[in-house]
């Protein structure tokens, strides 16, 4: 064999899906530049990526017994920098769709700006960053791919020119250099602590054998939290988030709270993976259940208080990142799975919920009422979602996924977690009631919005009929999605 | 399959109701709704008959199974739950509360039978709890937008301190059920009522019983946490209020039984005494609180609490008769509320308000029909012998007097006394509001004729008042029921 590494382009398919949509749309715009207005970017983008995510469901039902992997070195070593479980590429996926629902939404928004061939880039090269990282098992690979999933977010959301909105990318800038420093101090740490350059078990548990190697590796793992922290939007790392979600485009921010927050997890769940049945006692659980029940408290409190959607689902997303942390505290097999289970659900009723305020045009709660009778698609879709986030029946989903995060750190015996999460449950059903009861209402007459009425284009139709299928299906059978995350 | 169908079809014609039939008119919606509840209640005499059961994986992950049966203790609830689904939708034809279109509130109805039908034949402890939040929304919504129409803040809050108490309940509920599960290693509620917690060590079951029972006493209510039944009973539409008081109380009650009575014996014995105590005092606060409240049926609501205090002083004694004594008192509470609450909602559209300070004329003069019926669940409620509350109440009391050999019987004895002084508190309101309403203290002369129950109300009334009398008559219909069940269930002696 002439080749050092070898490459199987199948496997890698969910990650190269997004990267060919980035040269269509570069080669497209340079032959043509600002043809129609640009828009023929997004359904190419979209259709690449939903392409991306046909092949990692495909890679997700192959690899149910061993992980497909790639990019394998040759022996003695034998390590493989792609290794993608069917959890992985569950959530592979899941990133990929969420990024092609947050595409529609810019689309349904792209009558006002010239741009789209950019954003459609920009779009997908963070897709692919998130993509790989969920099946990165090295640590530059899993850096590399982290940072790609977030820098071309900053400039997206600098892109919509206003002046808040380069604010909050300001904001954005700021915490993702913040958290990329942490991300390399712990990577560094990791790599002192284990020797390894990957997240193995083995090293890991090796490392923590060693009660001088053991600090090292405590302090990596947290400042790797601390890291992911600011991208998954945990308390104290989230002061973002409320800043951006107001101030960028509605697109922009589904794939903010969408597709990043899956990938962030994504890359959680390979550092915690590492360490699930390895390490013990209440250092690590502290570590990661701090920031859980912080967020889930203030979370939920500062939702409660908030008039304008998308910074109700700012709050809300602080909130739910506390519950897909919330299992992992247990550090077992069973909180793994808990917390993908957990994020594909969040981050479909989000999306449903955000493509919904899209079609409404609604800037306060207030706007939205009576929009189950002015528009029942997205009123009942809306209404679906966010049962879904309360974790009430109809939303049968939300409750499993909760019932499942709780029970990990129950059987864990992890009792201060399960306390927050009983007070974060009635709180939250709370928040979401409050937005839910606007939605009946009478028609107003004479409420005729400013601007006329919002675009109702097929592409946030399409979001809502799909996430709104994939919620009620997953709520008949829950099954199916606990069988899709291992 | 027949049980499925149980479930299936209320379900299916709550939803499409609430959802695409949402502008259904009246004329179609009440006699779709009230053909449903007929044919689930047909089913559910199927389901007994047959003894139909499902039973297949549904979340195998989280050991849940998808597993539906009825047994000697669920039947006498499911019939109630059937017949008071036939009585909520019938009564659509006396009154469909103005807030939103009249087919959403019919499929809300429908949705709550659903849940509760659902809870009763659960025989998985984790698709219990799920039924038992099946029926938090459609309920909310029932108070939330078809409540009283006088004050939009009231309904507000009564809806969300229902909705909030009982997500308290049941998170709390969960985690005692994911311990318990987590510590025996099934959730087969069947399964687990054999083993009886013997899997499990004292503390983990007196943990796990603390949950279970701490869960279950919001729904209830035991007396303390019992603060969001009188807002929402008072705010909820007439059928909204008899649902929350025949069905979604019992759910409470029944889970008390299924889960921390049978599955952690020990434990739930541990904690029996506070329980007794809660029990007795929430009868004489109930009947306390009754003999100076102004709004009908807001009395009504509190006197609910006091029933309900029965039920749990029965459970806490530990002993067969008390169990059987608290099924009994169960289902004679859901007929004597229902009655009750229907009458008041009928009084309310009448005169606008069920205020008791205001002088109005002779109840038995203006409308006969209604002031026998508001007599006859009147004397159910103090207890008459000869009506459904009578036996459920003196075997409570019998039963605490005479507590299972591991319980402190002065502790129990001292609760029977105080229940019984709570029973006597009972005669006293009944009769106040006997005075006030059926006799009444205004001359009858201005009073205009023809506003007596005719039609579906007249029907609905003649039905729960027989039911009354019969329940009342024949107790054994429900004890020999429950006996075998009650019987098998491990723990009690």
């Excluded at chain 1, 690449?48 to 497909?68: F, N, Q, S």
């Excluded at chain 1, 380069?166 to 740490?189: E, K, Q, R, Y």
């Excluded at chain 2, 609501?301 to 169990?323: D, K, P």
């Amino acid at each position: 064999m002439s080749t050092v590494v070898s490459v199987d382009l199948l496997v890698l398919a969910p990650a190269l899906a997004p990267v060919l949509g980035v040269v269509l749309l570069l080669v497209g715009d340079a032959l043509a530049p600002g043809r129609a207005g640009g828009r023929w970017a997004l359904p190419v983008a979209a259709c690449v990526l939903v392409g991306g995510a046909v092949a990692a469901v495909r890679a997700a039902l192959v690899a149910a017994e061993d992980p497909a992997r790639t990019l394998c070195l040759p022996a003695p070593g034998d390590a493989c920098l792609w290794s993608a479980g069917p959890r992985a590429s569950a959530l592979q996926a899941g990133v990929l769709l969420a990024a092609a629902a947050a595409l529609a939404l810019v689309h349904e928004a792209a009558a006002l700006r010239r741009d789209t061939a950019v954003t459609a880039t920009l779009l997908l090269a963070a897709t692919t960053g998130g993509v790989a990282v969920a099946a990165a098992r090295d640590l530059g690979g899993w850096l590399v791919a982290l940072e790609l999933a977030t820098v071309p977010v900053v400039a997206l959301v600098a892109l919509r020119g206003t002046r808040p909105a380069t604010h909050g990318a300001l904001g954005l800038l700021v915490t993702s250099l913040a958290s990329f420093a942490l991300l390399v101090l712990g990577a560094g740490l990791w790599l002192t602590a284990t020797g390894e350059p990957t997240f193995s078990s083995a090293a890991a548990a090796g490392a923590w054998e060693d009660p001088q190697r053991r600090a090292v590796l405590a302090l990596a793992v947290a400042l790797l939290v601390a890291g992911l922290g600011f991208k998954l939007s945990l308390v104290p790392f989230h002061a973002w988030t409320p800043q951006v979600y107001p101030r960028a485009d509605l697109g922009t921010t589904a794939f903010l709270a969408g597709a990043s927050k899956l990938s962030a997890t994504a890359a959680l769940l390979v550092l915690v993976s590492a360490l699930a049945g390895v390490v013990d006692g209440p250092g690590p659980a502290l570590v990661l259940g701090l920031p859980a029940a912080l967020s889930l408290l203030l979370g939920t409190v500062l939702a409660l208080r908030q008039e304008d959607p998308a910074r109700l689902l700012a709050w809300s997303t602080v909130a739910q990142a506390g519950w897909v942390l919330l299992p992992l505290t247990a550090l077992s097999e069973d909180g793994l799975r808990a917390a993908a289970a957990y994020v594909l659900t969040y981050a479909t009723a989000t999306l449903v919920a955000f493509a919904a305020v899209s079609r409404a045009g609604a800037r306060s709660l207030e706007q939205t009422r009576g929009l189950l009778r002015r528009d029942p698609l997205a009123g009942g879709a809306l209404a679906l979602a966010l049962l879904v986030l309360a974790g009430l029946p109809p939303g049968v989903v939300g409750l499993v996924v909760k019932i499942l995060a709780v029970s990990a750190p129950v059987a864990a015996g992890v009792w201060p977690m399960v306390a927050v999460a009983v007070v974060a449950v009635v709180l939250g059903i709370a928040v979401y009631l409050r937005w839910l009861v606007v939605l009946p209402g009478p028609r107003r007459e004479g409420d005729a919005r400013a601007g006329g009425e919002p675009p109702r284009g097929w592409a946030s139709a399409t979001v809502l009929v799909v996430g709104t299928a994939l919620l009620a299906v997953a709520s008949v059978l829950p099954h199916l999605l606990l069988t899709a995350v291992g | 399959m027949v049980v499925s169908l149980l479930l299936a079809l209320p379900a299916a014609a709550g939803l499409w109701l609430v959802t695409a039939g949402r502008a259904t008119p009246p004329r179609l919606a009440r006699p779709l709704a009230a053909a449903s509840a007929l044919g689930t209640a047909v089913l559910a005499v199927l389901v007994l008959v047959t003894g139909s059961q499902v039973d297949r994986a549904w979340l195998p992950e989280l050991g849940l199974r998808w597993s539906f049966a009825a047994d000697g203790i669920s039947a006498p609830l499911l019939l109630l739950t059937a017949g008071i689904g036939l009585v909520v939708t019938a009564h659509a034809w006396v009154e469909l509360p103005p807030g939103g279109s009249p087919a959403g509130y019919l499929g809300c109805l429908l949705l709550v039978e659903t849940g509760a039908l659902a809870t009763f034949t659960a025989r998985d402890a984790v698709l219990f709890l799920v039924a038992f939040e099946v029926v938090l929304v459609p309920m909310w919504v029932l108070v939330g937008r078809y409540g009283d129409r006088r004050d939009p803040r009231a309904r507000a809050d009564a809806a969300g301190r229902f909705v909030l108490y009982t997500a308290a309940g049941s998170s709390t509920l969960l985690v005692g059920i994911l311990l318990l599960v987590v510590s025996t290693g099934t959730a087969d509620l069947r399964e687990l009522a054999d083993g009886a917690g013997a899997a499990l060590g004292p503390g983990r079951q007196l943990a796990v019983a603390l949950l279970l029972v701490l869960g279950l006493a919001v729904k209830v209510p035991v007396l303390p946490l019992h603060t969001w039944l009188p807002p929402a009973h008072t705010t909820a539409p007439t059928a909204g209020s008899v649902l929350l008081a025949a069905v979604l109380l019992k759910m409470g009650t029944y889970g008390l039984v299924r889960l921390p009575l049978a599955t952690v014996p020990d434990g739930f014995g541990r904690l029996a005494p506070v329980l007794a105590v809660a029990g007795a005092v929430g009868v004489v606060w109930g009947g306390l609180v009754c003999l100076v409240e102004r709004d009908l049926k807001r009395l009504v609501a509190y006197s609910s609490v006091a029933h309900m205090g029965f039920v749990v002083l029965a459970l806490a004694s530990g002993s067969e008769t008390g169990v059987q004594a608290a099924l009994l008192a169960n289902v004679a509470h859901g007929l004597v509320a229902a009655l009750l609450f229907v009458l008041v909602g009928g009084l309310k559209q009448r005169w606008g308000s069920v205020d008791l300070a205001v002088r109005r004329p002779a109840l038995r003069e203006t409308s006969p029909r209604l002031g026998l019926a508001l007599v006859v669940g009147l004397a159910a409620s103090l207890g008459l012998p000869g009506l459904a509350t009578f036996w459920g109440e003196l075997l409570a009391l019998y039963s605490a007097w005479a507590p299972a050999g591991d319980r402190p019987r002065g502790v129990f004895v001292a609760a029977a006394v105080l229940a019984a002084v709570g029973a006597a508190l009972a005669a006293a309101y009944a009769l106040r509001v006997a005075g006030l309403v059926w006799a009444g203290d205004r001359p009858a002369a201005d009073a205009g004729t023809g506003t007596d129950a005719v039609g579906v109300e007249r029907w609905v009334l003649v039905t729960l008042a027989g039911a009354v009398v019969v329940l009342g008559v024949a107790p054994m219909l429900v004890l020999s029921s429950t006996a075998d069940a009650v019987a098998g269930l491990g723990g009690l002696r």
